[in-house]
């Protein structure tokens, strides 16, 4: 049972450059989510989808997109990069019934 | 003001002994709670859910108090495999967002 997968695990960035983060989920969890996780800010939301079908804003929404593809399949876009968005980004899928989040292994994103 | 604050520490302890966490909300409307355990470099994940009556897992147990919007975890005869940081969660009633502290840094030594 593979869980919540994320590609790529690390990456490397210009400044400008743009990128997508893919994240994918084999449970039929209805709704996904993207954080971000910053030195000493704990995890901040970017976006969640509740369903498939539907996204919303987190805390932290401005320079990101997303898309659900699919009920498995949730995308992070970055259209221009910036080091402001240097961070580690987890995406995570909610069981619903116990209302527990699981957590793919994270991409370590650099923005140069 | 942040919705979920913690201590960042870190604690550290030696093994064997006893430590307690606290984590305090801002949003009376929160309605359930959580303490995840992040190791270095991994994702976070659940070690257990908080019950309005308080629960018990072993040598953790977790406590909420809604009058003072705080949860806390307490370790006992803390083990070296114990040492991560302890993530408070918080969800409010009918929406699945969640909201985060920083997390807790515990180091268990020998």
């Known amino acids: 049972n593979a869980g919540v997968t994320q590609t790529p695990k690390f990456q490397v960035l210009k400044t400008g450059q743009s990128m997508t983060l893919q994240c994918a989920q084999d449970m039929n969890h209805n709704s996904m989510y993207w954080y971000r996780q910053d030195p000493g800010m704990g995890l901040r939301l970017i976006y969640y989808?509740?369903?498939?079908?539907?996204?919303d804003k987190g805390e932290v929404p401005n320079g990101y997109n997303v898309s659900r593809l699919n009920k498995r399949e949730f995308s992070l876009r970055l259209e221009s990069a910036a080091p402001s968005q240097t961070s580690v980004y987890f995406c995570?899928?909610?069981?619903?019934?116990?209302?527990?989040?699981?957590f793919g292994p994270g991409t370590r994103l650099t923005v140069t | 003001r942040k919705e979920v604050e913690q201590d960042p520490g870190p604690f550290n302890v030696p093994e064997g002994a006893t430590v307690a966490f606290n984590c305090t909300y801002s949003?009376?409307?929160?309605?359930?709670f959580f303490w995840y355990r992040q190791d270095c470099r991994k994702e976070p994940k659940l070690l257990m859910s908080v019950y309005s009556s308080g629960n018990e897992d072993g040598r953790f147990t977790a406590q909420l108090n809604r009058a003072s919007q705080y949860i806390s975890l307490l370790i006992r005869d803390s083990k070296l495999s114990d040492s991560a940081t302890y993530l408070c969660v918080v969800n409010m009633y009918g929406i699945v967002q969640f909201y985060f502290g920083s997390g807790t840094k515990l180091n268990v030594k020998p």
């Open positions: 989808s509740a369903s498939e079908g539907t996204t």
């Open positions: 949003n009376s409307a929160s309605q359930s």
């Open positions: 995570a899928s909610l069981d619903t019934p116990r209302y527990e989040q699981y």
